[in-house]
């Protein structure tokens, strides 16, 4: 099996892909690094025959003051939480569903979902979704006490990493103290409690991750036992032999988000070029490959069928409806309780 590390390093250069394939023109795609991997858009590579230009960066914050600063790529790589944002700031264009040849194909969950559209357009071609979850080490601490309420122990003082992104920091916060359903919204009551918890956790924090890699690397190694990350993290430490699992209890507290492409307002690159990537990336083959490779459930429901069984019955994706149902979904919260998880989240990293 083939396993890739999602390093979300913030870096600004393009990397240079080679001449120009006599079938298309130099496409740019902003994106976190590790999706640059051909196996996500293979028959977009059979077609063209070189691949996109990519630049990244590491927090979708950072992508978007980026843009709004005057970078001009043509397609980006975002989640459901950025969408608004992006369409409020005229940054993006409408997707034209009649040329997405797998949209029938996609999962019903993920095309429901709020945040895909605006004003009834499409803005957003989901791609991939997963977990935001509790991962830990079965080898120090136990299943019956895994709980994100652990994170705040005395305990594990410096044994603690979570990302260091205020929208996730406080999705974590809202589901430890009960106000899941209300994350986008919350109230001035839930937020002081969820900012409580943040402190309370604060002191037990080793590093606030920004690069999945460095998370893997320090839970292999024991330098930390409980991490708030990504599926792939999980997936990357079974493959390396180190005792470790997410915690999916529905109950306890996951998150799940939805990301995909979207189209630049201001890209000159021709529209059949576009939709192209767009239909490599949500082809089904596209979806097996990140599924057995990447340890991340894909947008098309017939990825499931092609897959590894043993890995979908693993990874509990033999019934996404259930994620979808249970766990908190990813969006943007309102402007003004998003601009209070930003500026709170900086005081409680600063210790304050």
């Known amino acids: 099996m083939k396993i890739t590390t999602i390093g979300a390093m913030a870096l600004t250069t393009v990397l240079a892909t080679g001449s120009v394939s006599a079938q298309g023109v130099e496409m740019t795609v902003f994106d976190w690094s590790g999706y640059e991997d051909q196996g996500f858009y293979s028959a977009y590579m059979e077609k063209y025959g070189e691949a996109p230009s990519y630049t990244y960066f590491g927090s979708q914050e950072e992508a978007y003051t980026k843009l709004v600063s005057g970078f001009t790529p043509d397609l980006g790589h975002q989640c459901l939480e950025s969408v608004n944002k992006w369409v409020a700031s005229d940054l993006v264009q409408p997707i034209d569903i009649s040329k997405l040849k797998n949209w029938d194909a996609l999962l019903p969950e993920i095309k429901a979902v709020d945040g895909l559209s605006v004003d009834g357009e499409l803005y957003m071609v989901p791609f991939e979704w997963g977990n935001t979850g509790l991962i830990y080490r079965t080898d120090k601490i136990a299943d019956d006490v895994i709980s994100l309420q652990l994170l705040t122990d005395p305990a594990y003082q410096g044994k603690v990493t979570i990302n260091d992104s205020a929208l996730s920091a406080y999705a974590m916060a809202a589901l430890a103290t009960g106000s899941g359903d209300?994350?986008?919204?919350?109230?001035?009551?839930?937020?002081?409690?969820?900012?409580?918890?943040?402190?309370?956790?604060?002191?037990?924090?080793?590093?606030?991750?920004?690069?999945?890699?460095?998370?893997?690397?320090?839970?292999?190694?024991?330098?930390?036992?409980?991490?708030?990350?990504?599926?792939?993290?999980?997936?990357?430490?079974?493959?390396?032999?180190?005792?470790?699992?997410?915690?999916?209890?529905?109950?306890?507290?996951?998150?799940?988000?939805?990301?995909?492409y979207m189209h630049l307002k201001d890209s000159a690159v021709p529209d059949e070029q576009i939709y192209d990537f767009f239909n490599a990336v949500t082809e089904p083959a596209s979806g097996k490959y990140i599924i057995e490779s990447w340890g991340y459930p894909h947008s098309n429901a017939e990825s499931f069928a092609i897959a590894d069984q043993e890995l979908i019955k693993a990874y509990g994706f033999d019934n996404p409806a259930k994620f979808f149902d249970g766990t908190l979904l990813f969006n943007a919260p309102v402007p003004e309780v998003e601009a209070k998880m930003l500026k709170e989240f900086e005081r409680i990293k600063a210790g304050f």
Request: net charge negative.
């Open 182 to 260: 209300d994350y986008t919204t919350l109230s001035d009551e839930q937020f002081e409690a969820a900012s409580e918890y943040l402190r309370a956790v604060h002191p037990n924090i080793r590093f606030y991750w920004s690069d999945a890699g460095q998370v893997d690397q320090a839970m292999a190694s024991g330098e930390v036992e409980m991490a708030w990350a990504w599926n792939q993290t999980e997936l990357n430490l079974i493959a390396n032999e180190t005792p470790a699992k997410m915690m999916r209890d529905i109950d306890k507290g996951i998150a799940t988000w939805v990301c995909g």
